[in-house]
């Protein structure tokens, strides 16, 4: 696993801060019941290999993040490895913690989608037992 260099001079507050209502979700907990995401043909706008991409990389982003990395130190490190948007670490960190993170509802014990049954199928597939998500309700 890649260990975060030290900042040179980054004077943001570090992605945790940034994004308190984002947290680690039990995959176990969400109900995908209702979903219409069943197979590779459902997956139209973010083809599903790529999606698998952004799942792997998304692991590495969220070691990043426990360990401080800003906004500007990810799109720092995609410079510096020739990454452009879909394939940039940038990108995944926007993608799950911005304005489109998966949103669940709160429901007795579990949580019903609100948004990001295809990040959250994809998530399932690979085994992941927790997805990063802005929980609301």
């Known amino acids: 696993a890649e260990v975060l260099p030290a900042p040179s001079s980054y004077h ?3 992605i945790q801060m940034l994004h308190p209502e984002i947290r680690p979700v039990a995959l176990a907990l969400i109900d995908l019941s209702d979903s219409t995401v069943h197979s590779d043909a459902d997956f139209r706008k973010i083809p599903h290999a790529q999606m698998v991409d952004g799942m792997t990389k998304l692991e590495q982003v969220q070691r ?4 401080g990395a800003t906004d500007q130190w990810l799109w720092e490190i995609d410079q510096e490895r020739g990454l452009s948007g879909a394939e940039g670490y940038h990108n995944i960190y926007r993608v799950f913690y911005g ?3 998966i949103a669940l509802e ?3 014990n ?3 989608v609100l948004n990001g049954y295809h990040r959250l199928t994809v998530a399932k597939e690979l085994g992941l037992t927790t997805i990063p998500a802005r929980v609301v309700g």
């Open 99 to 101: 304005d489109e993170a």
């Open 110 to 112: 579990g949580y019903r």
């Open 64 to 67: 990043w993040i426990e360990q």
């Open 12 to 14: 943001e507050p570090p």
């Open 106 to 108: 709160k429901m007795g």
